[in-house]
């Protein structure tokens, strides 16, 4: 719980830094910081709307969307709304998903999950997208680092 809660603050600390800033791509071809922060979005409804509820009903998890499909929907969708928002919104559905996290009895965080062909425990499905959070992190840290200007 403690990651979400760090991840929110990062986010939030995001808004002190000039837009210009994060809408650069981090690298040539690659997203801008404000691309990045609007894919957790998507990611983060779908925990919450199609694996959380299921593991506490113990259904079958539904098929995810297409990678791609959905990360150059929301890149787009970042790209073309206000920086603000993007945060925001990235930061209510983060708030979300932790509240919901924080109900999930121990047990469940054990429970097995069918992801394609791998069996896979709750936290450690939870582990992997911690490990996908801190790399973009990693990403959007080394690019305000060097972009080096603040409003």
């Given amino acids: 719980m403690a990651h979400h809660q760090n991840f929110i603050t990062f986010i939030h600390s995001l808004k002190s830094f000039d837009e210009?800033?994060?809408?650069k791509p981090i690298e040539d071809g690659k997203w801008s910081v404000i691309e990045i922060v609007g894919h957790f979005c998507p990611w983060d409804e779908f925990v919450l709307q199609h694996r959380i509820p299921y593991?506490?009903?113990?259904?079958?998890?539904?098929?995810?969307?297409?990678?791609?499909?959905?990360n150059t929907h929301s890149s787009l969708l970042a790209r073309n709304e206000a920086v603000e928002n993007t945060l925001e919104k990235c930061i209510g559905i983060r708030e979300d998903l932790l509240s919901q996290l924080d109900q999930i009895s121990d047990l469940n965080w054990m429970s097995e999950l069918q992801i394609n062909d791998a069996n896979i425990a709750f936290y450690e499905y939870l582990k992997g997208l911690m490990e996908h959070d801190l790399h973009h992190i990693d990403q959007i840290k080394s690019t305000i680092k060097t972009g080096d200007y603040t409003s």
């Fill in 55 to 70: 593991l506490l009903k113990g259904k079958s998890l539904p098929k995810g969307p297409s990678v791609d499909d959905l």
């Fill in 20 to 23: 210009n800033l994060l809408r």
